[in-house]
């Protein structure tokens, strides 16, 4: 694959991953929709969408049932932690598992970081931090937890999807395997149906920025390395913040804009290739 390829799948990504951010915590604050119905309806209409784009474009479902399990974990944790968690302080737990994850993961397959792209790691997370830090709180010990156990669930979403060598259908396959284990979430789940507002947002949230960019992402990662692909991740919360002073009309801080440099130049450093 070519940087400018990789380069391009990976922003996409990450603009469907801060679109999604921004669907759940909608959903979930703005309507009445409960955490177990918003994160099953999303992994059916993943699938349902997967499914179809899959047969026009005459891809074979594959995926597996560890990476369904994943996603389900990941998609289901996210939804129930933000439920005892400021967005801030979830954002943090979220993204720390996750690093923690892939780069462990990394190291452990013998990838090693230069010098460079160490500092590089290093002022992504202080920006990160500096980002967040009007908004944390001391968690919730059960939502940090939960957000934690979401971390580590789509890091390992993510690793299992490094060698996919069609990304459509392996992430058709996942979702679709997901579809029935969203079932166990039932008990969890209220007996009135979801509220209509809340659907359009679960149903975007699955057919749009979580299948599709699911799989866009399973692309982007035959051209990044574990740490890479983790380090990355972290430019999420600066896209959501972003989203909010173009589409909100929030205000744009000195903080803000010393942040996204430290996040961006940091990704920049790590991804910096010989």
Known sequence: MTIGRVFTLTVLAMLAFAGNSILCRLALKTTQIDAASFTAIRIVSGAIALWAIARLRG????GSWWSALSLLAYAALFSFAYLHLSAATGALLLFAAVQATMVGAGLWRG????????????????????????GLSAPSPLGAVLMAGAGVAWGAYSLRGRGAADPLGETAGNFIRGAPLSLLL????????????????????????????YAIWYAALRGLSTTG???????????????GVLLLGEPLSLRMLLAAAAILGGIALVLRRR
């Open 111 to 134: 990838e090693r970081m230069s010098a460079i792209q160490c500092l590089g790691f290093v002022v992504a997370l202080t920006g990160l931090v500096g980002l967040l830090l009007p």
């Open 229 to 243: 692909a983790a380090t990355v991740q972290l430019s999420v919360p600066v896209i959501v913040a972003a989203a």
């Open 186 to 213: 039932l008990p969890f789940s209220p007996l009135a149906p979801p509220p209509a507002d809340g659907m359009i947002y679960a149903v975007l949230s699955g057919a749009l920025t979580s299948g599709c960019g």
């Open 59 to 62: 891809s074979v479902v594959g």
